[in-house]
T-cell receptor
Framework: GNSVTQMEGPVTLSEEAFLTINCTYTATGYPSLFWYVQYPGEGLQLLLKATKADDKGSNKGFEATYRKETTSFHLEKGSVQVSDSAVYFCALTVSSGNTPLVFGKGTRLSVIA | GAGVSQSPSNKVTEKGKDVELRCDPISGHTALYWYRQSLGQGLEFLIYFQGNSAPDKSGLPSDRFSAERTGGSVSTLTIQRTQQEDSAVYLC????????????FGQGTRLTVV
């Protein structure tokens, strides 16, 4: 089946620290991979995506590279800000078949000044 | 509309009552999802509609939960005989064609069962 595993939180970092949130997946078929972000009191919004192997998604200083050989899509940011404090969800969907979007459990990030 | 619209935004109901939650997806999106998010928890998949295919109901937690999608557009999630453990934020999302495409989320309906 299709599943996503991401690192447990919460993660607490100081401002300007380097961030990595690990995400690995299993999929039957060829998945597209996503990171969604949920800021406090807000709905989920797409942060970045990658639709094929070796693609790099990027947005707002965040990056993630679709690694088929390691079935991973780790989220990184070189210098986090307080405003990055949020819950981050890794997700996948498979283009073949009638399958829903599958989410990881989410990782809460707190950035302190 | 410009985005996924959910109503009501907040709903407080008494235990044992039925509730209906509505989702208006982005025009032209054939796929529609319902998820549940309990306080501080991740996303729990409930049900998925894709075009004219039979919906994937595998995530519905009990037979008190049901959903329909009329005319391939608006969807209603119904919870019968609500229980306190049903209290959560119910999120709806839609995507252009389901598999392989990104989903856009509504703001959710916060359901509180007292």
């Amino acid at each position: 089946g299709n599943s996503v595993t991401q690192m447990e939180g919460p993660v607490t970092l100081s401002e300007e620290a380097f961030l990595t949130i690990n995400c690995t997946y299993t999929a039957t078929g060829y998945p597209s991979l996503f990171w969604y972000v949920q800021y406090p009191g807000e709905g989920l919004q797409l942060l970045l995506k990658a639709t094929k192997a070796d693609d790099k998604g990027s947005n707002k200083g965040f990056e993630a590279t679709y690694r088929k050989e390691t079935t991973s899509f780790h989220l990184e940011k070189g210098s986090v800000q307080v405003s990055d404090s949020a819950v981050y969800f890794c997700a996948l969907t498979v283009s073949s078949g009638n399958t829903p979007l599958v989410f990881g459990k989410g990782t809460r990030l707190s950035v302190i000044a | 509309g410009a985005g996924v619209s959910q109503s009501p935004s907040n709903k407080v109901t008494e235990k044992g009552k039925d509730v209906e939650l509505r989702c208006d997806p982005i025009s032209g999106h054939t796929a529609l999802y319902w998820y549940r998010q309990s306080l501080g928890q991740g996303l729990e998949f409930l049900i998925y509609f894709q075009g004219n295919s039979a919906p994937d109901k595998s995530g519905l937690p009990s037979d008190r939960f049901s959903a329909e999608r009329t005319g391939g557009s608006v969807s209603t999630l119904t919870i019968q005989r609500t229980q306190q453990e049903d209290s959560a934020v119910y999120l709806c999302a839609s995507s252009f064609r389901g598999g392989g495409t990104e989903a856009f989320f509504g703001q959710g309906t916060r359901l509180t069962v007292v």
